[in-house]
């Protein structure tokens, strides 16, 4: 099996070997297994965070395939939704939508498995899963067993936890979200959602308006996957939002957005830097397989035909482009296998 088949920046060459489970205790063991032998393990759901080498990966890929939603719901305290780690996040998300499940509207369209939310503490439009994640379950390698880690324990911080902290640790098995009930989305936190709903920052505005809104601001950036659309080709926005200290955030121009944060740093905004450093929308590769998107400056894409070096090639010269403008270094957001920038 070709990686470039799984992901979908379609990149990646051959895995040796290849396991699909569908339930927790196959996932389980089949992790089990390859750290019995010593062999490299590559969990793979939805592919929409992974960068993989061209040459493949020398060990056991294991393709998520786990299913199921468990509710339990009442007026008083909301809905516990437990989720395998295999779901389709959109799906569960739409799923929220329909039941009158609030706190997750603002995330619609995200590509990927709900499962690799809490790792990368995913967010969008002003709402993070660490928002409403009650509890994850993992298998934890290096103590060989099965746990629960409630929220509080996690170390959700900006596009961060304690999963991502120590990669190849845990292995999530599901997870599980609190869930307010109503009609009305959690307070909008972003300005342009909230202009595009045309309520005010702060207001609440109806679960499907907030979802069908959401949709439509990620597809006029190319954040919906689309099979027909190569500027959909990509692994999602490829560098995190700098945080600064407040002397390096003085440092940038004027006109670069600033987000004050509650620890005294400072969050920029790298699609900013990004363009204000040179790189306009569709800006490629010298061959034209690999480019920024043409509709948002923080997506490499894969035109078609590219390989995994195109694509880093690409992201080193926008992220050195950056720093030398700027002096601020950007971080890749998505898991880089088998390779570096």
């Not at 290849?18 to 793979?44: H, I, K, N, Q, S």
């Not at 959602?193 to 190319?222: E, F, N, Y």
Request: aromatic content about 6%; glycine content about 10%; overall charge negative.
């Amino acid at each position: 099996m070709e990686l470039a088949d799984v992901t979908t920046l379609r990149l990646g060459g051959p895995a040796r070997d290849v396991v699909e489970v569908t339930t927790e205790a196959e996932l389980v063991e089949a992790v089990r297994t390859a750290d019995a032998a010593a062999t490299p393990v590559l969990l793979v759901a939805g592919g929409s965070n992974l960068v993989v080498d061209d040459a493949g990966f020398d060990g056991t890929v294991v393709l998520v395939r786990t299913r199921g939603v468990q509710v339990e719901a009442d007026a008083c305290s909301g809905a516990q939704v437990v989720v395998q780690a295999g779901e389709p996040w959109d799906d569960l998300v739409a799923l929220a939508v329909e039941s009158g499940w609030v706190g997750m509207e603002a995330l619609s369209g995200i590509p990927g498995s709900t499962g690799a939310t809490p790792v990368q503490n995913v967010g969008a439009y002003g709402q993070e899963v660490a928002q409403t994640i009650a509890w994850v379950r993992v298998y934890d390698r290096t103590e060989q067993k099965v746990r629960t880690i409630f929220a509080v324990d996690c170390g959700f911080g900006y596009r961060h936890s304690r999963f991502k902290a120590e990669p190849g640790r845990y292995v999530v098995l599901a997870v599980a979200f609190q869930l307010r009930l109503g009609d009305l989305s959690a307070p909008i936190a972003y300005a342009e959602l909230a202009t595009r709903l045309g309520v005010d920052v702060g207001d609440r505005a109806p679960l499907a308006d907030v979802r069908r809104t959401v949709l439509a601001l990620r597809g006029s950036k190319g954040m919906v996957l689309d099979a027909d659309d190569p500027d959909t080709w990509s692994a999602g926005s490829f560098f995190t939002n700098p945080v600064l200290d407040a002397e390096a955030a003085q440092r940038l121009p004027e006109a670069a957005p600033r987000f004050p944060q509650p620890d005294g740093s400072v969050k920029t905004s790298a699609a900013w830097l990004i363009q204000a450093a040179g790189f306009e929308r569709g800006h490629a590769t010298a061959d034209g397989r690999a480019s920024l998107s043409t509709k948002h400056t923080l997506a490499l894409t894969n035109r078609g035909g590219a390989s995994s070096a195109d694509v880093l090639s690409l992201a080193r010269e926008v992220r050195d482009g950056v720093r030398d403008a700027f002096g601020v270094t950007l971080v890749p957001e998505p898991v880089l296998v088998g390779c570096s920038l």
